[in-house]
DNA sequence: CTGCCGATTTAC
DNA sequence: TAAATCGGCAGA
């Protein structure tokens, strides 16, 4: 058997799906596959968990108020970019952008199940191979922002990538793995109790 | 230039 | 419960 993924293989949601309204991109989202191809191989993780940022009018978001500095440039762009930054000195945030130029709103990436590529993902966290790894490590192995861009081995370096590029992109079909639809649940975004009226925003959304 | 803070994670 | 760790940002 063949781990070469041949060009029919799989189906990379085009720019004309990012650039629709970010909380119908963000439930769609749920469910697709989160492809990455490093020198250690091709990891795949099924999205189970994003957040939507809005933009001008989401206090939480980076764009609020239309701020526009050297960081937070690519949320301008067209929709289908990464939008990466650091957080806490130490972690990764990976965002897909959304929506048309000059409209700063994006999903934030924030936990997939990986399904491809167990051991190439476990070296980049760990260090280790996958059953090197003890059963809480796997169970909260790529359950988080910082998490999941550690596994794949995102960081600064693949900021504004494209996601019709090879590096970095998201399919609702790849191999043999399709897309379910799931049942999504919303709730409140974590982590943004700072952000007055926008923290109670239900823009959480988990498969 | 100074000083604070963060869309987090992990260890104690 | 608190440390780790540093770029971004606002204000002086």
Do not use: W
């Amino acid at each position: 058997m063949s781990n070469i993924l041949h060009h029919t293989d799989f189906r990379k949601l085009p720019p004309e799906f990012y650039q629709r309204p970010t909380l119908q991109v963000a439930e769609d989202l749920m469910g697709c596959f989160l492809v990455r191809s490093t020198d250690r191989g091709l990891i795949i993780g099924r999205i189970n968990e994003g957040e939507a940022y809005l933009g001008v009018g989401d206090k939480a978001s980076h764009a609020y108020g239309e701020r526009r500095t050297r960081r937070t440039e690519p949320l301008y762009e067209a929709g289908g970019i990464a939008y990466i930054h650091l957080i806490y000195g130490m972690y990764h945030c990976f965002n897909v952008v959304t929506e048309g130029e000059g409209i700063p709103q994006s999903v934030l990436l924030r936990g997939i199940d990986v399904v491809e590529g167990f051991d190439a993902a476990s070296l980049n966290r760990y260090g280790l191979p996958f059953d090197a790894l003890s059963k809480t490590q796997r169970k909260n192995f790529a359950n988080g922002p910082g998490k999941l861009c550690k596994a794949l081995g995102i960081d600064n370096s693949l900021n504004r990538e494209s996601m019709q590029g090879d590096r970095l992109f998201i399919c609702d079909s790849i191999g043999s793995h399709h897309r379910i639809p799931p049942t999504v649940e919303r709730s409140k975004r974590i982590g943004v109790d700072y952000a007055e009226e926008a923290r109670d925003f239900p823009h959480r959304f988990t498969a």
